[in-house]
């Protein structure tokens, strides 16, 4: 099959672990997650996707991070986010979608993120989210870490190839014009086609 000019060597099954589903990346510590291995996705290491409709998840607590960066987007829903270096203070700071928050781990940073639902039953209060993490260059592994947010998203319409109407918009999360600085030139964007546009 081809799309695009590129052949499609395989395709490898999302892996789901409670609200998380793991769409590219490799095994964790405990076997887990998507067994492949990642020809032609570097710098990419991991990409998930996360619906999470109760406070206080995942329950990881702080934990480290070290020589990656790791973008969140936080589609819908509130998110407490808190790091070692400070931002936030003691209690984090909580960042209410769309938003984005971009952590450069550098040499070493402990962080921690849990989800904030005020009313499980509602469900445009549970969180919605993809996290992805991006490799670094050697020397950026060695700079201390920094941490990024951004919550006035950049949205920018999207017209057809004539350019006679809109077909939809991109609302921007890294690149596009928003805030977050960034080592690599990536761009991530939710892109919203207008039903009937091609």
């Known amino acids: 099959m081809i799309i695009g000019g590129r052949s499609i060597a395989r395709i490898v099954p999302p892996t789901q672990n409670g609200p998380i589903t793991r769409l590219v990346g490799t095994l964790d510590i405990d076997g887990k997650g998507t067994d492949h291995p990642l020809d032609q ?3 990419f290491i991991l990409l998930d996707q996360a619906v999470i409709p109760k406070s206080d998840l995942p329950p990881f607590g702080a934990h480290p991070h070290r020589g ?3 973008v969140t987007v936080l589609l819908q829903g509130k998110m407490k986010s808190w790091d070692s270096f400070g931002a936030g203070g003691l209690e984090g700071t909580v960042i209410k979608g769309p938003a984005s928050y971009w952590v450069d ?3 070493g940073v402990f962080h921690d993120e849990t989800t904030i639902v005020d009313d499980p039953d509602d469900p445009l ?3 919605n989210l993809f996290q992805l993490w991006v490799g670094v260059k050697e ?3 060695l700079k201390p870490a920094a941490l990024q947010y951004d919550i006035n998203l950049p949205v920018e319409e999207l017209w057809d ?4 109407s809109v077909v939809g918009n991109a609302r921007y999360f890294v690149g596009g ?3 977050i ?3 690599h030139p990536i761009t991530v964007a939710q892109v919203t086609q207008h039903p009937g546009k091609t």
Request: charged share 30%; with cysteine.
């Open 41 to 43: 996705c570097d710098p």
């Open 68 to 70: 990656h960066s790791v």
């Open 105 to 107: 781990a550098g040499s």
């Open 125 to 127: 209060q549970h969180i």
């Open 139 to 141: 020397e950026d592994r």
């Open 161 to 164: 190839e004539g350019k006679d």
């Open 177 to 179: 014009g928003g805030t």
């Open 181 to 183: 600085q960034t080592p």
